[in-house]
Structures are given as structure tokens and as C-alpha cells.
């Protein structure tokens, strides 16, 4: 066997290989300054709400169904880079709620089952009590079901106009109780206003 002498710099790296040790360095931290970089002129990656701020979202990819909303009282935030126009996610204190709006909706029961899957496929989140829901003050009707977690409680709720437009509501908070009055979808559906097919 051949022996081999490896001759090293100051810095311990082989010599006449610093441009590859420099061209290592760049490739692990030019990632990192490209994120640092989007998150600044992003801005903010929370967005706060205003009390009795409208808001509004377009059903995606299909442009056929429009939601304006309000949430209701103060203190919400919205986690994340706001681009979706379909879906946006809310927190106050424990509560999140997420509103969605689709287009081209032939049932509403079908499309609560779609929308819980990612939910209940989580362990220990199951739903149940199915049933009928009609908000009085706009109209809308559709279905809602209880969700459980093995701490968390809340409900989801599936409305639309009879016209193929539908608004989502999901609503969970800690506690075991599906019926407690901060998941009650009420307040929300109540300023629903669902337009489109």
C-alpha cells in the first residue's frame, strides 16, 4: 500500500481546497439569508383584526363564489403569510376559527365529511351529531357537527345559498364541551354574505 501526506493550512482544510470549503459555507447559509430576507420584506407574519372589520374572500380555483364576513368582538389575529383567497385562519386567546368559501357545491353534507377529514385524521379528534343548521338572520342553511379532541371541542359548520355557493366555518377551543358558547357558529354566520354559485 501507498502512503499519502495530506498537507493542511492554517485553518485545518486541505491546501488548495478553500474555494470548495468557501463554496460549502455559501451553499448552508445563502438559504437562511434568502428566508431572513422574504420574512423582512414580507413584513409581519401576524395580522391583527379589527373590531367590526369586513372581510372577504373568493372561492379558488373556480371565481364563482364570493364571502363578506365579521368576526365577532376584539382580539383576533391572523397567523401566517395572508395570500389565500379561498381560506383564512383566526386566534384569539385559545379559540382558532377558520372561514372558507367554495364554489359549485351540489351537497353540503358531502362537503363537511371532505372538510373534517384533515381534522378527525389527526389522533384523537373524532365529530358526530350531524344535523340540520339554519342561521335566521341571513337565510343560509346547511349542516353542523360537533368536534371532539381529547381536550379540544368544537364545531363545524357548512351554510350555502341553494345556488352551488357554500361558506365553512370551523371553530375550536379547549374544553370537552361542543355546546359551550364560544364555538356557538351564531355569531358568525350571522354576517355571512354569501353570493355566487
Excluded: C, K
Excluded at 389565500?84 to 386566534?91: G, K, P, S
Amino acid at each position: 500500500m501507498g502512503e499519502v501526506t495530506i498537507r493542511l493550512n492554517r485553518l485545518g482544510l486541505e491546501r488548495g481546497r478553500m474555494w470548495q470549503a468557501v463554496l460549502a459555507a455559501a451553499a448552508i447559509a445563502l438559504p437562511v439569508v434568502v428566508w431572513l430576507g422574504l420574512e423582512r420584506a414580507l413584513g409581519d407574519s401576524v395580522q391583527n383584526i379589527g373590531e367590526g372589520e369586513t372581510l372577504y374572500l373568493q372561492s379558488y380555483p373556480v371565481a364563482g363564489a364570493s364571502l363578506q364576513y365579521e368576526l365577532p368582538g376584539a382580539g383576533w389575529t391572523s397567523p401566517g403569510v395572508h395570500f389565500a383567497d379561498q381560506r383564512q385562519n383566526f386566534v384569539r386567546d385559545h379559540l382558532t376559527a377558520s372561514v372558507e368559501v367554495g364554489s359549485g357545491v351540489d351537497s353540503l353534507e358531502t362537503l363537511l365529511e371532505r372538510r373534517v377529514a384533515p381534522i378527525v385524521g389527526e389522533p384523537g379528534y373524532t365529530y358526530n351529531n350531524l344535523r340540520s343548521y339554519t342561521d335566521t338572520a341571513t337565510g343560509l342553511s346547511g349542516v353542523r357537527a360537533d368536534v371532539l379532541g381529547i381536550d379540544t371541542a368544537g364545531s363545524i359548520t357548512v351554510v350555502g345559498n341553494g345556488e352551488g355557493a357554500a361558506a365553512i366555518l370551523v371553530l375550536l377551543a379547549p374544553g370537552s364541551d361542543p355546546a359551550a358558547s364560544e364555538v356557538d357558529p351564531a355569531p358568525y354566520t350571522a354576517t355571512f354574505e354569501l353570493e355566487g354559485e
